[in-house]
C-alpha cells in the first residue's frame, strides 16, 4: 500500500510517523516544500505527478484544505482521503463522487471516551459539560505561535475550529447534539487575530443543557467530560489522564484507562482504517454539518 501525504508540519509528521510503523504500507511520499532528502519509505516530492497512491492525508493548512480535497477529487478515482480536522476552514458545499473522504478527529479513539460510548446507557441525559483549556504558545515548539494559522480566523484559526475536537465528540457520543448559541471572543493579550475563548451551548433532546468551554491561554491544560444522568449516574472523565470516576445511587467507582496521547490516539485511529473498519471514522458528512451548526447557530454577545 501506497501513502501519500499532502503537508509536513507537526500534523503531516505524526501521520508519516505512525504509518511508518505498519507493515502494509510499502511507499509514504510526502508533498513539502521543505528540503528533506528521502529515506527509507520517505519519498519527498514537490509535485504529486503520476503518483497513485492508496490513501491520501491533506494534513496541510486548514485553509487550504478546500481547494486540496477539490484537487484530489478531480485527479482520483476510489481513494481513501483522510483531511485533519476541521475538515474546512469554513463550510463549503462539497460533495465528492469519485472518492471517499473522512476527518481525522482521534479523539474518537481515546480509550476512556470508547468506554463511555460502549459501556454506559446515556438516553437519561440531562446535562453535559467539556472543556478543553491550555496555552497556545506551547503547542508547537520552537515555532512563533502569533505566525501559525492558529492565529488568523481566516486561516482556521481561533478555538471554535482549532478545537472543535470536543463538539465532534460529543456528536459522537450522542447523535441528537445540536448548537444552539455560541459566544466567542478574544479577551487576553496573546498576539492573535483569531478568538482565543468559546462558549457554546446546545442539547441533545428537548430538556437538555450541553456546555463547551475552550480556550488558549490557559497555562495548565484541562481536559474534562461531565454527564449527568436523571436516574441519578453521574460520569466525570479527565480525558487528560483518561481517568473516569462513575457515581450511581449507591456506590462510587473511579478507574484509568490508556492515558491521552495525540500519537496514541492516532495511532488506534489507523488501526481501525488500515483493518478497513470506518464505523468510528468522523465522516465528511460529521466534518461537514459541524461546521453547519456553528454557521447556523446564534451568536451571543456579552
Request: net charge positive; proline share 2%.
Amino acid at each position: 500500500m501506497d501513502v501519500l501525504i499532502i503537508g509536513y508540519g507537526s500534523a503531516g509528521k505524526r501521520h508519516a510517523k505512525i504509518l511508518n510503523l505498519s507493515k502494509k504500507i510499502k511507499n509514504i511520499y510526502i508533498k513539502t516544500n521543505q528540503k528533506i532528502e528521502s529515506y527509507g519509505k520517505f519519498k519527498f516530492i514537490k509535485k504529486i505527478n503520476n503518483l497513485d497512491p492508496n490513501l491520501i492525508v491533506v494534513a496541510n493548512e486548514t485553509y487550504k484544505h478546500h481547494s486540496v480535497c477539490k484537487f484530489l477529487e478531480k485527479k482520483f478515482s476510489n481513494k481513501i482521503i483522510l483531511c485533519e480536522k476541521p475538515v474546512f476552514n469554513k463550510l463549503y458545499n462539497f460533495t465528492p463522487k469519485k472518492n471517499k473522504f473522512y476527518v481525522t478527529y482521534n479523539l474518537r479513539f481515546l480509550k476512556c471516551l470508547k468506554y463511555i460510548k460502549n459501556k454506559i446507557n446515556l438516553d437519561k441525559v440531562f446535562f453535559v459539560e467539556a472543556e478543553s483549556s491550555s496555552y497556545l504558545p506551547l503547542w508547537r515548539a520552537n515555532i512563533d505561535y502569533s505566525k501559525t494559522y492558529s492565529a488568523f480566523p481566516n486561516k482556521g484559526g481561533g478555538v471554535l475550529l482549532d478545537m472543535s475536537h470536543e463538539i465532534d465528540y460529543l456528536k459522537w457520543l450522542f447523535k441528537d447534539f445540536k448548537i444552539s448559541k455560541i459566544y466567542k471572543n478574544k479577551i487576553s493579550n496573546l498576539n492573535i487575530l483569531s478568538e482565543d475563548f468559546a462558549l457554546i451551548f446546545g442539547h441533545i433532546k428537548k430538556n437538555t443543557l450541553v456546555k463547551i468551554k475552550l480556550t488558549y491561554f490557559n497555562k495548565i491544560p484541562k481536559r474534562q467530560l461531565t454527564i449527568c444522568l436523571t436516574d441519578g449516574v453521574q460520569i466525570y472523565v479527565d480525558l487528560l489522564k483518561s481517568e473516569i470516576k462513575l457515581f450511581t445511587k449507591n456506590k462510587k467507582k473511579s478507574f484509568r484507562l490508556e492515558k491521552y496521547s495525540q500519537l496514541e490516539t492516532t495511532k488506534n485511529m489507523y488501526t481501525e482504517i488500515l483493518g478497513n473498519n470506518f464505523k468510528n471514522i468522523c465522516s465528511l458528512k460529521d466534518g461537514l454539518d459541524l461546521l453547519r451548526q456553528i454557521k447556523n447557530s446564534k451568536k451571543l454577545t456579552f
